[in-house]
């Protein structure tokens, strides 16, 4: 004849003994998460889809990149990497200091700085001009249409005029010239700054923030580009596409943990003890002091996945980076946010609930006794 249990509910288990035991369930879960998910990412980085896949994702990069550096907004070193703003503003002004030199190399002598100085430090760049200018260049050539502007000439005067727009650009351009080049005592100091001094210069700073307004401002409108708004879409469906698989794997090894650390063990311990409550010396009862029943166990299972889930998160950002929150699927971050709500109200229901009981203590009709003898009816 099957034995039938009763419990002593005065041994209910308090708050710090709840919490501690489903906080370790939650670290091992997590842990074994990260385990397997390195497990199945490396697997799968291996795998001839995820290598064609990058190279299709590395293509379309690549082409948006040409084209950025087709349009000056962007440039290249010797081997042919994209190098950062700061070479590409430094580029910019060394083109300028040519320029103001080549119109005016008297006051350059004056200042003490003569041809061979300025050919000794800038060297392999060409005298800024509306062809070669990296700010110009994209509205004044790369653009069909400027501001509704269409001929060159025109599109000229609305690149000065943006110039114009720009504060403290009337300190440092001579913006009544057909081309706006820098002031000859600024093109000077910018000189000293960068190749005989290391003063601050004020000049440089006002200048880099002109440079970086006026570059954002293109990146901006090159986004927009038919031809750049297709790579990415094809960017993005191909990138997608590789972080779906690997938010499946996270999802897999967030199950298979589950059933290890969790599930499992209730199969050999007493009352449906899991590990983090067999170590806090808890157990499971239904809420009438009597052994749990499968359909119970069951609801409480399901709540217990749910609201652990969210640890994937943590898991998906330690795996992949940032880059697999930015493109993952909605359906990913509804069930995420799903699952942090839940685990929150959980925890708020146990913490000012009368009977320390948590939303899936009720909704399981279930709750946790301290661990001791049970009593055979």
Known sequence: MKKNYSYNSDFKAPFSKKFASDALDLVLILICTILLAFIGYFSFTNTAYYSSQVNYVNERIDHINDLAVDAKLAAVDEKGNLVDNVILFN?????????????????????????????????????????????????????????????????????????SEQKNSEELYNLEETFPSLKTEVAIEIFNYLYLSS????????????????????????????????????????????????????????????????????????????????????????????RVKVPSLIIRYLCNFISYFFIVFFVAFFISGVQSLVYSSSPFYIFLLISFIFCLINVIFTLFNKNVNSLTDILSGSVYLLAREVKEE
């Open 91 to 163: 580029r910019y002004l060394d083109s300028h200091i040519l320029l103001s030199y080549s119109t005016n190399p008297r006051a350059f002598n004056e200042a003490g700085i003569d041809q061979a100085s300025v050919d000794k430090n800038i060297k392999n760049q060409t005298i800024a001009n509306y062809e070669n200018d990296s700010l110009a260049f994209f509205y004044v050539h790369y653009l069909d249409e400027f501001n509704g502007k269409t001929s060159s000439d025109e599109k000229q005067i609305e690149f000065v005029s943006l110039l």
């Open 199 to 290: 003063t601050v210069d004020d000049s440089y700073n006002q200048l880099g923030n002109i440079f970086l307004s006026v570059l954002n401002n293109s990146i901006s409108i090159f986004q927009t580009l038919p031809e750049v708004v297709t790579l990415y879409d094809e960017y993005d469906q191909g990138y997608g596409s590789i972080l779906d698989i690997i938010n499946i794997i996270l999802a897999l090894a967030f199950l298979a943990s589950f059933l290890l650390i969790y599930l499992l063990p209730s199969f050999f311990m007493q009352d449906a003890q899991s590990i983090g409550r067999h170590i806090n010396k808890v157990i499971i009862a239904s809420k009438e002091a009597k």
